[in-house]
C-alpha cells in the first residue's frame, strides 16, 4: 500500500497545454518535496513545500500544499518538451523528523512538440 | 563535484548468489538512505542511516543489510538474492535539517544501481 498516491500515472500532452498532478495521501506530513526524473538518472529536487497552504512558484511550475497538509499539486503552464519526466512527490514524517521519505508512485510525463 | 556515487552502475547475479552495493558521498552529509525503484511503485525505502555506526529500517527491509562504517560510505548488501530483488537501487544522502544549510532536508540521488536476479 502506497501512503502516498499520484494521479494520475501517465500524461501525454502537446507543447503549449496546461497540466496538473496530484498527490494525496491519509497522513500529515511536516513537508512534501517534489522531485523530478529521467531516464537513467536519479530524481532532483524541484521544491519543497512545508506549510499548510503554502504557494511555490518555480518559472511555469507552480506547486501548492493542502491545508491540511496531506496533499499537494503541481501545475505546469504552458508544457514544453523539456518538462518530460517522471514527476515524484515525497512526504517526509513527523514533525521535527526529516530522516525517512515516503514517495509516490510517480507521474510520467510526456510533452510532444 | 562528485555528489552521490555508487558502484556496480549494472549487475546480474543468479538466485541464491550475494553481493553489495557500494554509495559513496562527498557532501559531509548525515543521513544517508537506500532506494529501491521498480515501475508503478515509485520509490520505496529499504534502510537509511542517521549517522556513522547507525542504521535503521525503512518500508522494505527484508532480505537486505547495511553498514554504515565511515560517514561517507553507506553499504547494501544482499545475502542470498532472489528475483524479487530485480530493482534500480538508488542511494540519497541529505544533510541534518537543523543545519541551517540552504539545502537541509533535500534528498541528493546518486544515478541508481540496476540489479537483476535470474
Known amino acids: 500500500t502506497q501512503l502516498l498516491e499520484q494521479s494520475p500515472q501517465f500524461l501525454s500532452i502537446q507543447e503549449g497545454e496546461n497540466l496538473t498532478v496530484y498527490c494525496n495521501s491519509s497522513s500529515v506530513f511536516s513537508s512534501l518535496q517534489w522531485y523530478r526524473q529521467e531516464p537513467g538518472e536519479g530524481p532532483v529536487l524541484l521544491v519543497t513545500v512545508v506549510t499548510g497552504g503554502e504557494v511555490k512558484k518555480l518559472k511555469r511550475l507552480t506547486f501548492q500544499f493542502g491545508d491540511a497538509r496531506k496533499d499537494s499539486s503541481l501545475h505546469i503552464t504552458a508544457a514544453q518538451p523539456g518538462d518530460t519526466g517522471l514527476y515524484l512527490c515525497a512526504g517526509a514524517e513527523g514533525r521535527y523528523n526529516f530522516n525517512k521519505f515516503y514517495f509516490g508512485s510517480g507521474t510520467k510525463l510526456n510533452v510532444k512538440p | 563535484n562528485a555528489g552521490v556515487t555508487q558502484t556496480p552502475k549494472f549487475r546480474v547475479l543468479k538466485t541464491g548468489q550475494s553481493m553489495t552495493l557500494l554509495c559513496a558521498q562527498d557532501?559531509?552529509?548525515?543521513?544517508m538512505y537506500w532506494y529501491r525503484q521498480d515501475p508503478g511503485m515509485g520509490l520505496r525505502l529499504i534502510h537509511y542511516s542517521v549517522g556513522e555506526g547507525t542504521t535503521a529500517k525503512g518500508e522494505v527491509p527484508d532480505g537486505y543489510n547495511v553498514s554504515r562504517l565511515k560517514k561517507q560510505n553507506f553499504l547494501l548488501g544482499l545475502e542470498s538474492a532472489a528475483p524479487s530483488q530485480t530493482s534500480v537501487y538508488f542511494c540519497?544522502?541529505?544533510?541534518?535539517?537543523?543545519?541551517?544549510?540552504?539545502?537541509?532536508?533535500?534528498?541528493?540521488f546518486g544515478e541508481g544501481s540496476r540489479l537483476t536476479v535470474l
Open positions: 557532501m559531509n552529509h548525515e543521513y
Open positions: 540519497a544522502s541529505s544533510d541534518d535539517p537543523h543545519s541551517g544549510s540552504s539545502s537541509a532536508g533535500e534528498l541528493f
